[in-house]
T-cell receptor, first 113, second 107 residues
Framework: EAGVTQSPTHLIKTRGQQVTLRCSPI?????VYWYQQALGLGLQFLLW???????NRGNFPPRFSGRQFPNYSSELNVNALELEDSALYLC????????????FGPGTRLTVL | AQRVTQPEKLLSVFKGAPVELKCNYS??????LFWYVQYSRQRLQLLLR??SRESIKGFTADLNKGETSFHLKKPFAQEEDSAMYYC?????????FGQGTRLTINP
């Protein structure tokens, strides 16, 4: 069974640019979660999507947004990039309840110069 | 507010010695707690969750509501246990992680 996949693996952008990260969940999973893992800050919850709807978002500014498609894949968009957005962005998927086990992807490493 | 604290960023023990990774939490509701592990060059994965009360790879964790702790323990460390360990709390519609403890098992 294929795990959660994310693309791209690495990304380099400059301040002020916009970026889109992609995530494909495990087959049968309807929930997708996004986390930011910045150096020294641990994993911070960003967004939770289930059945195409945003269910919850973490304490991040509105320039962090996303969506979930009918096939349950998801995109994370970050506008007006700032240096502190440099981080590993992790996607996870689960069966649909927030209490279900989350399975993580390998992450996308974003560097903002 | 939900908060998870792992007081040790780094922990180093010898092979065969007991291991305890500390986790304390703050949450007003009924918590559900997890330990996740990330081995070198692998993705983050669930190690165990308190409701299942399982022992995975020899690790156990007991929820102590009085001390608001969920420490991870193993009686005899093995070299393959070297990894990054994260404690996580499932609260109000989100999973909150601690900052992680890097465990190194010395031969």
């Amino acid at each position: 069974e294929a795990g959660v996949t994310q693309s791209p693996t690495h990304l380099i952008k400059t301040r002020g640019q916009q970026v889109t990260l992609r995530c494909s969940p495990i087959s049968g999973h309807t929930s997708v979660y996004w986390y930011q893992q910045a150096l020294g800050l641990g994993l911070q919850f960003l967004l939770w999507y289930d059945e195409g709807e945003e269910r919850n978002r973490g304490n991040f500014p509105p320039r962090f947004s996303g969506r979930q498609f009918p096939n349950y894949s998801s995109e994370l968009n970050v506008n007006a990039l700032e240096l502190e957005d440099s981080a590993l962005y992790l996607c996870a998927s689960s069966l649909g309840l927030i209490t279900d086990t989350q399975y993580f992807g390998p992450g996308t490493r974003l560097t903002v110069l | 507010a939900q908060r998870v604290t792992q007081p040790e960023k780094l922990l180093s023990v010898f092979k065969g010695a007991p291991v305890e990774l500390k986790c304390n939490y703050s949450y007003s509701g009924s918590p559900e707690l997890f330990w996740y592990v990330q081995y070198s060059r692998q993705r983050l994965q669930l190690l165990l969750r308190h409701i299942s009360r399982e022992s995975i790879k020899g690790f156990t964790a007991d929820l102590n509501k009085g001390e608001t702790s969920f420490h991870l323990k193993k009686p005899f460390a093995q070299e393959e246990d070297s990894a990054m360990y994260y404690c996580a709390l499932q609260g109000a519609q989100k999973l909150v992680f601690g900052q992680g403890t890097r465990l190194t098992i010395n031969p």
